[in-house]
């Protein structure tokens, strides 16, 4: 019999990234999605004749229970969350439900319906926020900055605290800013390249940035998603930093994909306090020595071949929409 996994949160970048991976190792996928009354999923459009999508939400423990007891899967990814930094701010009791306690909700309907499922829980860079130090490892302590940052340190004890009360199978993969031409248009990556193919196509002048000195580990999505996979592969449950290792500025990002299609950032970008944070993160950046150690996981793709690959990606969308 294939093997079975469950992924919350299928319909973004890392769910899939991650359908995919799966389906080529011969797994059954189960996507769950919210209830809605479109049903365009454009990421996994090209998977639905291969995959099985189910109504759930991770606001609503019932929903997970009659999934997991009527599907019964081997492992269960939970991907699904309130994912973008900014809208925590605007959203931070929405935040808290669905990228808090909605881990405590799976975590539970797990140990009630069959505690040998194996769950991985997707943590954030974003929970070390103002760092302790540099770079930051699976030890490193916490100290969010933003509403998701601390969500996101919720998720990541209370997948803990499970494992160790429980005796589950839960791990949680502590994953750096990882990226694809899959992203969403408000992260900072894709707004750039997706201005950047914009601005060399005549049909937009200007790009307004926010904190142009931040500094991320960045990488690619279609690489993290294999870590996720390999960590349910091993004998006992351990939590790992998945990162490149390199930082890269804001700056850096724009002068990569602008310069990548002859352009100076300078003559386009400005900065506007809109886009500045409350609270920012300055620099993260990681240490997946044990992940390579224990995982054999290594990043294929570099920053730059990320960047032109996201910019190649973009221009093709937006010629396309040109020509109608």
């Not at 894709?190 to 307004?208: E, F, S, Y």
């Not at 990488?219 to 351990?238: E, H, K, N, S, T």
């Not at 900065?271 to 609270?279: E, K, S």
Request: glycine fraction near 8%; proline fraction near 5%.
């Amino acid at each position: 019999m294939s093997p079975k996994a469950l992924i919350t949160g299928i319909t973004g970048q890392d769910g899939s990234y991650l359908a995919e991976f799966l389906l080529e190792k011969g797994y059954e996928v189960i996507g769950m999605v919210r209830r809605s009354s479109t049903t365009r999923f454009p990421r996994i459009q090209h998977l639905l004749d291969r995959i099985t999508l189910v109504p759930g939400d991770l606001l609503d423990q019932v929903s997970l229970l009659h999934i997991i007891q009527e599907h019964r899967p081997n492992e269960v990814y939970n991907l699904g969350a309130q994912s973008f930094v900014p809208t925590s701010w605007a959203q931070p009791v929405l935040t808290a439900e669905f990228t808090a306690v909605g881990v405590t909700r799976m975590l539970d309907a797990i140990r009630m319906v069959d505690p040998s499922i194996r769950f991985y829980q997707a943590s954030s860079s974003e929970m070390f926020g103002k760092v302790r130090e540099v770079p930051q490892r699976e030890t490193t302590p916490f100290y969010p900055r933003s509403p998701y940052g601390v969500a996101k340190v919720y998720g990541h004890w209370i997948t803990v605290n499970y494992r160790e009360s429980y005796d589950l199978f839960a791990v949680s993969g502590i994953l750096f800013n990882h990226e694809s031409p899959r992203r969403g248009l408000e992260f900072v990556t894709r707004k750039v390249t997706h201005a950047v193919a914009r601005i060399k196509l005549g049909l937009q002048d200007t790009l307004p940035m926010g904190n142009l000195d931040a500094k991320r580990d960045w990488g690619y999505a279609g690489d993290y998603v294999r870590a996720m996979w390999l960590m349910l592969q091993q004998d006992a449950p351990q939590d790992y930093v998945v990162a490149t290792g390199v930082r890269h500025s804001v700056r850096e990002l724009l002068e990569c994909a602008f310069g990548y299609v002859g352009l100076d950032y300078r003559d386009y970008v400005t900065v506007d306090p809109r886009f500045l944070r409350p609270a920012d993160v300055e620099e993260l950046v990681g240490d997946a020595s044990k992940a390579r150690r224990e995982l054999g996981w290594e990043p294929a793709v570099s920053f730059e071949e990320l960047v032109h690959m996201m910019v190649d990606s973009d221009l093709r969308e937006v010629q396309a929409e040109i020509e109608g």
